[in-house]
């Protein structure tokens, strides 16, 4: 089992920055790939980014390539995306997921890849 946590979100300008943060639980924790959703409000949840277990590969959503970045620290037991210049219509719950890191790399930007997941963090951008 892993437990997830999110945290990092508010309410930020248009243009602005955020960094999230997913704090795992879990000696295992390393053995997982990572990846961050989002849903906003009366929307499907979409897939953001993903990184591999041992963070050699990043996987990005065309909406936020260039603009996000995402990261871990095993050490930490810590996910970080970090979300630069961003755009009303990146409001959403963020949340972070987690699933075995036996998981092709292919299948890690549907949602249904992963069963472990936060709660989420609220992310909200103002014009």
């Known amino acids: 089992q892993v437990q997830l946590v999110e945290s990092g979100g508010g309410l930020v300008q248009a243009g602005g920055s955020l960094r999230l943060s997913c704090a795992t639980s879990?000696?295992?924790?390393?053995?997982?790939?990572m990846g961050w959703f989002r849903q906003a409000p009366g929307k499907e949840r979409e897939f953001v980014a993903a990184?591999?277990?041992?963070?050699?590969?990043?996987y990005y959503a065309d909406s936020v390539k260039g603009r996000f970045t995402i990261s871990r620290d095993n050490a930490k037991n810590t996910v970080y995306l970090q979300m630069n210049n961003l755009k009303p219509e990146d409001t959403a719950v963020y949340s972070c997921?987690?699933?075995?890191?036996?998981?092709?790399?292919?299948?890690?930007?549907?949602?249904?890849?992963?069963?472990?997941w936060g709660q989420g963090t609220q992310v909200t951008v103002s014009s």
């Open positions: 997921a987690a699933v075995s890191a036996s998981t092709d790399y292919t299948r890690l930007s549907n949602q249904r890849s992963y069963n472990y």
């Open positions: 879990g000696r295992t924790y390393s053995n997982y790939h």
């Open positions: 990184i591999s277990w041992l963070g050699s590969r990043t």
